[in-house]
């Protein structure tokens, strides 16, 4: 049987041949390597030469035999690199949205939508009784972050206006906002301590904190206080 490589699959001349799940993978990520070098007006070569910038070599020769389907293997470090060559993200290799419709997504698993593929991928859907406890809270964390340095802006800037507010109306307005971000803001730093709490007992390291949330941590102890000394 021949294969001949279109954009995102193969077309076989047997119909009845279905391709193993990693011919699959492969095929997909080939595609769109091929579709964005295609976009970006690059021949292989230019794809090629812009790897070696990058620090790890895909010669022109690896990069012709992927697309046509005649390279048995796939690092994943090479589609690291390709990614960043090609200005895009890994993800959009393997998950092509917008470009692709359904992929599949592991052997024995009939094809799904790209995007349910891609957000099983990143976290945001586990697979039926796993749990990702670590990933789970550091995704909470962002949110929370989010919402916290929001909060806080906005808190500042109430602040500024009753400092500033030109007549008693204006001045009441500010206070009454101001008193509503404050609060969003405490709420959003109790989640955050919360998270960033079973973090560390899960054994990670809370992600780093804006300098205006810098309370959200307790004080580090000071080993020269007396209290410590005792």
Not at 73 to 97: D, G, N
Request: charge should be negative.
């Amino acid at each position: 049987m021949t294969q001949r490589r279109s954009d995102h699959r193969y077309e076989k001349d047997d119909e009845d041949d279905v391709l193993e799940w990693e011919d699959h993978v492969m095929a997909t990520v080939a595609g769109e390597v091929r579709r964005r070098r295609k976009e970006l007006g690059w021949s292989a070569q230019d794809l090629a030469d812009r790897c070696e910038e990058i620090g790890y070599p895909v010669p022109r020769n690896v990069i012709a035999n992927m697309e046509s389907g005649r390279r048995a293997v796939l690092p994943l470090v090479e589609i690291m690199v390709l990614a960043k060559a090609l200005r895009i993200s890994p993800i959009s290799l393997i998950y092509p949205v917008g470009y692709v419709d359904e992929v599949r997504q592991l052997p024995y698993e009939y094809p799904r939508s790209t995007w349910d593929a891609l957000q099983w991928f990143v976290g945001n859907a586990t697979a039926e009784g796993a749990t990702d406890y670590m990933l789970d809270h550091f995704l909470a964390h962002d949110l929370e972050l989010r919402a916290a340095k929001a909060a806080v802006e906005s808190e500042d800037y109430e602040r500024w206006k009753v400092r500033t507010a030109s007549n008693r109306v204006q001045r009441e307005a500010a206070e009454r906002a101001l008193a509503r971000y404050a609060d969003q803001a405490a709420r959003a730093k109790d989640e955050l301590r919360r998270h960033r709490d079973a973090i560390r007992e899960g054994g990670g390291i809370p992600p780093f904190l804006p300098s205006p949330l810098d309370d959200v941590d307790p004080p580090e102890s000071d080993p020269d206080t007396p209290e410590e000394r005792l």
